[in-house]
Each structure stands twice: as structure tokens, then as C-alpha cells.
């Protein structure tokens, strides 16, 4: 088992930024992809960015060139750095974890991410 925490979201003006966190424990050394998804009001759940434990990367391409995913296996967290926040940024973001021996997807509790004036 794998339980994963967030913390970061909030309300930010367009234009701003924010830096998410997902600390994870118990069953870590298993963990192959961390990353996070969101998921706007009345739209489907879509991946924003993951990261391997071997270091690569995926981004949607909405998220392209303004937000950063980084890991830091040390500490079992990940981190997604969103610079030039945009109204359609809003949405619930989601910490995962993928353990590849088990096929198994675990979920954080979520954060809440506003842009808006």
C-alpha cells in the first residue's frame, strides 16, 4: 500500500504561480511513475505531468513550457511547479503513484487549484 499526501493548492491571480507537493509512504520502493492529474469542473480527469524514478517525463501539452515536474526519491515526493497560471488551470489536481509489480494506481485526497481574478 501506498498513501500519498498533498499540499499546495489554493487561489492564485492569472499570471501566478503555485508549487504542489505529494509526499508519499509506506510501500515507496515499488513506486515507478509519480505525477499528477486534474480534473475541472464537468470535464473528464486528464494527466497534467509524471516522472519515472529513472527521470523521464511527460507533460500534456496544455502545460507545455510553464509547469515543472521534479521528484526527489530521497524523500519520496513529488513537486509540480505551475508558473503563468491561466483560468482553465482550475481544477482539482491529483497526486498518483504507479507500482508496476502490482499494476496498481494510488491516489492522493486531492488539492484545490483556482486561477481567477
Known amino acids: 500500500q501506498v498513501r500519498l499526501v498533498e499540499s499546495g493548492g489554493g487561489l492564485v491571480q492569472p499570471g501566478g504561480s503555485l508549487r504542489l507537493s505529494c509526499a508519499a509512504s509506506?510501500?515507496?520502493?515499488?513506486?515507478?511513475?509519480m505525477g499528477w492529474y486534474r480534473q475541472a469542473p464537468g470535464k473528464q480527469r486528464e494527466l497534467a505531468a509524471s516522472?519515472?524514478?529513472?527521470?523521464?517525463?511527460n507533460y500534456a501539452d496544455s502545460v507545455k513550457g510553464r509547469f515543472t515536474i521534479s521528484r526527489d526519491n530521497a524523500k519520496n515526493t513529488v513537486y509540480l511547479q505551475a508558473n503563468n497560471l491561466k483560468p482553465e488551470d482550475t481544477a482539482v489536481y491529483y497526486c498518483?503513484?504507479?507500482?508496476?509489480?502490482?499494476?496498481?494506481?494510488?491516489w492522493g485526497q486531492g488539492t484545490q487549484v483556482t486561477v481567477s481574478s
Open positions: 498518483y503513484a504507479f507500482v508496476a509489480i502490482t499494476s496498481a494506481n494510488y
Open positions: 509506506g510501500s515507496v520502493l515499488n513506486i515507478r511513475t
Open positions: 516522472i519515472t524514478n529513472a527521470g523521464y517525463i
